[in-house]
């Protein structure tokens, strides 16, 4: 046998390539993470499972240290160290909070002692923190109106939902702002802009981890359970590891237990939830490769795209699909079709002598083989029309790039995105395919 061509040789070389990609560089020596370790440690958090690393692919995480076994404690970080509403409150802000009419949000609460913090610069308590947090985010509110034109159009009418609300919240947190002028030398408009609040407002919606519901009286009635938690936000998502995280009444502190092993240089991840890339993008600003959540969203123009113009009970087919919730979160999968889309299908699909059968179809009964073999063929004409269409705007993101060398970072992260959904789509493709074989 050749050198090097056995099946010892293969898995030494799987081993070596998962070990090149997931192990990190060590950060720890870098200034801004030993002040950070030392305020901790005045705040009685001490680590030794987890150091800042920065990785091929996920950036800057956290790395372990030596090897961690399922069911172990990562971190557990004291209450001392998360800054909540308890900590505006508290402080300085606590005052004009308290006579502002009507209540400040929770949000607004949080949000203003950031701004306000990071103005304060070297004489902020919270320095250590406000040093290693993002100085730019990529969430869809934050990139440029060319960029966002090239998301697909279900994630580009939420990002612009999205700007929409962040430009009402700082609208109308202008007045609040004001009121807060004898604390500052500088005229209040100029520490609290646009560009300053839209960096706070994303610090919290894609770092905050949630606590048990708190009310101030002196807060708005609107949900306060966000808490910022340093160095615990440094661990990156991951859709294929599960953790526990809450906050111990017991102890006092924020504990993250992992369910999987982690071997000595590993980096160490958590997951924020059973997301899709839409979802991730929006909200924390970035797509996950292979996630198994992710999805392509089929609309209702798309839907019925290929249906036959001269069905005259379309309108009511629609209406039922509607009725009954069928009309929204269709997609295809990395295992094809969703239920729900198949679902859809059939029923659009039934012929007029059939159409009493409609409520067999949404109870997932087979109608006849002549309805199933429509729908997937309907299937396979509108993923294949998703197929052109991904491809077109992986091209057209591409010429952008060349031409818009300084939206590099911005249109890498559109296009990961789209090439995510071409995989998924030409995976549903196999699978239609397959399963249309099996019906002739």
Same mark, same amino acid.
């Given at each position: 046998?050749?050198k090097?061509?056995?099946?010892?040789?293969?898995?030494r070389?799987?081993?070596?390539?998962?070990?090149?990609?997931?192990?990190?560089?060590?950060?720890?020596?870098?200034?801004?993470?030993?002040?950070?370790?030392?305020?901790?440690?005045?705040?009685?958090f001490? !680590?030794?499972?987890?150091?800042?690393?920065?990785?091929?692919?996920?950036?800057?995480?956290?790395?372990?240290?030596?090897?961690?076994?399922?069911? =172990?404690?990562?971190?557990?970080? @004291?209450?001392?160290?998360?800054?909540?509403?308890?900590?505006?409150?508290?402080?300085?802000?606590?005052?004009?909070?308290?006579?502002?009419?009507?209540?400040?949000? @929770?949000?607004l609460?949080?949000?203003?002692?950031?701004v306000?913090?990071?103005? $304060?610069?070297?004489?902020?308590?919270?320095?250590?923190?406000?040093?290693?947090?993002?100085?730019?985010?990529?969430? +869809?509110?934050?990139?440029?109106?060319?960029?966002?034109?090239?998301? @697909?159009?279900?994630?580009?009418?939420?990002?612009?939902? =999205?700007?929409?609300?962040? =430009?009402?919240?700082?609208?109308?947190?202008?007045?609040?702002?004001?009121?807060?002028? +004898?604390?500052?030398?500088?005229?209040? !408009?100029?520490?609290?802009?646009?560009?300053?609040?839209?960096?706070?407002?994303?610090?919290?919606?894609?770092?905050?981890?949630?606590?048990? @519901?708190?009310?101030?009286?002196?807060?708005?009635?609107?949900?306060?359970?966000? $808490?910022?938690?340093?160095?615990?936000?440094?661990?990156?998502?991951?859709?294929?590891?599960?953790? %526990?995280? $809450?906050?111990?009444?017991?102890?006092?502190c #924020?504990?993250?237990?992992?369910?999987?092993?982690?071997?000595?240089?590993?980096?160490?991840?958590?997951?924020?939830? +059973?997301?899709?890339?839409?979802?991730?993008?929006?909200?924390?600003?970035?797509?996950?490769?292979?996630?198994?959540?992710?999805?392509?969203?089929?609309?209702?123009?798309?839907?019925?795209?290929?249906? +036959?113009?001269?069905?005259?009970?379309?309108?009511?087919?629609?209406?039922?699909?509607?009725?009954?919730? #069928?009309?929204?979160?269709?997609?295809?999968?990395?295992?094809?079709?969703?239920?729900?889309?198949?679902?859809a299908? %059939?029923?659009?699909?039934?012929?007029?002598?059939?159409?009493?059968?409609?409520?067999?179809?949404?109870?997932?009964?087979?109608?006849?083989?002549?309805?199933?073999?429509?729908?997937?063929?309907i299937? =396979?004409?509108?993923?294949? #029309?998703?197929?052109?269409?991904?491809?077109?705007?992986?091209?057209?993101?591409?010429?952008?790039?060349?031409?818009?060398?300084?939206?590099?970072?911005?249109?890498?992260?559109?296009?990961?995105?789209?090439?995510?959904?071409?995989?998924?789509?030409?995976?549903?493709?196999?699978?239609?395919?397959?399963?249309?074989?099996?019906l002739?």
């Amino acid at each position: 046998m050749q050198k090097g061509k056995g099946r010892t040789s293969r898995v030494r070389r799987r081993k070596l390539c998962r070990t090149s990609e997931s192990r990190g560089v060590n950060e720890s020596y870098k200034s801004e993470f030993i002040e950070l370790r030392k305020w901790l440690k005045d705040r009685k958090f001490q !680590d030794s499972n987890l150091v800042p690393a920065r990785f091929p692919g996920t950036g800057r995480g956290l790395m372990s240290q030596t090897s961690l076994q399922e069911g =172990q404690m990562i971190i557990s970080l @004291p209450e001392s160290c998360l800054l909540t509403t308890d900590t505006v409150i508290q402080s300085y802000l606590g005052a004009y909070i308290a006579k502002w009419k009507p209540p400040p949000s @929770p949000l607004l609460a949080l949000c203003t002692f950031l701004v306000s913090e990071k103005h $304060a610069g070297d004489r902020s308590l919270w320095k250590p923190y406000l040093e290693i947090l993002p100085k730019v985010y990529t969430c +869809p509110v934050c990139l440029e109106p060319e960029v966002v034109n090239l998301l @697909p159009i279900s994630l580009k009418a939420k990002a612009e939902e =999205q700007r929409a609300h962040v =430009q009402e919240f700082f609208a109308s947190s202008r007045d609040f702002f004001s009121s807060l002028q +004898p604390l500052f030398a500088e005229a209040v !408009d100029s520490i609290f802009s646009y560009s300053a609040l839209l960096w706070a407002w994303c610090t919290v919606n894609t770092r905050a981890v949630y606590l048990r @519901p708190r009310q101030w009286e002196c807060l708005s009635a609107e949900s306060d359970t966000c $808490a910022l938690a340093p160095y615990l936000d440094l661990l990156n998502h991951s859709p294929h590891v599960q953790v %526990k995280a $809450a906050f111990n009444e017991e102890t006092h502190c #924020y504990e993250i237990r992992t369910t999987s092993r982690w071997r000595k240089h590993e980096e160490v991840f958590i997951c924020y939830g +059973p997301h899709d890339n839409h979802r991730l993008f929006l909200e924390y600003g970035f797509v996950s490769g292979h996630n198994p959540h992710a999805c392509v969203y089929v609309s209702r123009e798309i839907l019925v795209k290929y249906l +036959p113009s001269t069905d005259k009970q379309m309108d009511k087919k629609i209406s039922i699909l509607k009725d009954h919730g #069928y009309i929204e979160n269709l997609t295809f999968g990395w295992d094809g079709p969703s239920w729900r889309l198949l679902t859809a299908l %059939k029923l659009l699909s039934l012929e007029a002598e059939k159409f009493t059968c409609w409520r067999k179809v949404l109870l997932g009964e087979v109608i006849s083989d002549t309805n199933e073999k429509t729908s997937l063929d309907i299937a =396979q004409k509108i993923c294949c #029309y998703f197929i052109e269409e991904t491809t077109a705007m992986l091209q057209k993101v591409s010429r952008t790039k060349d031409e818009k060398e300084a939206l590099i970072n911005q249109l890498t992260l559109v296009e990961s995105l789209w090439t995510e959904e071409l995989k998924i789509l030409r995976a549903s493709a196999k699978t239609l395919h397959s399963l249309q074989i099996a019906l002739t």
